[in-house]
């Protein structure tokens, strides 16, 4: 596998301005990124983009408040928001439509996109994604760990290592110093300190917001047609693997993995075999 020549630029979408990086030709793929602190496109899709630029035209943003994006989100409605956003990204693109490829906030992203412009929407790769019953009871200790990384002494490098090899993956051994210290670099930029992208509704439509984050209250899921593979993670503690048996009883066309001795992060655990699969469910293969 030859590394893919990357390509960048910056979009302007609703006057944020989105950083997008491109590599491959073909049937244009984008990946969604994580919501984990420091996270960005091309760092959570680092064993990914090479393989799948191989096959499809790969385009992966940095989310809002992200990255060298924008920063700052819509609080009332912070899935909506990024959804818009990734269809202004299309629409720079001059693309109709795009294979959605989303990590658990980008996921989230992803099944949003989906609910509300379908037409915009070929076929979807949810691994872990977010809103899928995760306001209900008590958040798990992964994503309790996640949301209170900018609160109390606020962020640390302590902090997010804890959270990358205890709660984001199986084995927290494998995951190099450098990869945390890129993430922890990122994440105390002063303008993502100010205000985080993923943080605990608060105030008076909480509420409201809570109800528009999780997709099992959304009546349009049993009848949104777009073939969906989800991939979860057995050992996920951040969002719960039950998630994906409840994507897959709900929406007519969702196939469902799970995966042995992985956790939240499939594309970087198990991205070997996440490569095939995911290239064989985009083709449209049997």
Known sequence: MTPAALTER?????????????????????????????ASGVSNY????????????VIVPDLPGYGRSSKGVDRADPFGCLADNICGVLDRLELDRAH?????????????????????VDRMVLMGPGGIGTTRGLPTPG???LLSYYTGDGPSRDKLDTFIRKYLVFDGTAIPADVI??????????????????????GPGALRTLWRMDFTRD???RRLATPTLVIWGADDKVNRPSGGRMLAD????????????????VQWERAGFFNAVTTTFLTGKP
């Open 219 to 221: 009546r349009r899921l």
């Open 100 to 120: 959605l490829v989303g990590n658990s906030y980008g996921g989230a992203c992803a099944l949003r996109m989906a609910l509300d412009t379908p037409e915009r």
């Open 143 to 145: 994503l309790q760990s």
């Open 10 to 38: 910056t979009v302007t979408v609703g006057g944020k301005d989105i950083h997008v990086t491109e590599a491959g030709e073909g049937p244009p793929v984008l990946l969604l990124h994580g919501g984990g602190p420091g």
């Open 46 to 57: 680092s064993r990914n983009i090479d393989a799948l630029a191989d096959h499809f035209r």
């Open 250 to 265: 709900t929406m007519p066309n969702c196939d469902l993995l799970l995966t042995a001795n992985t956790g939240h992060w």
């Open 181 to 202: 210290d890129e993430r922890y670099r990122s994440s105390i930029d002063p303008e993502v300190v100010a205000d985080p992208p993923l943080r605990r509704p608060s």
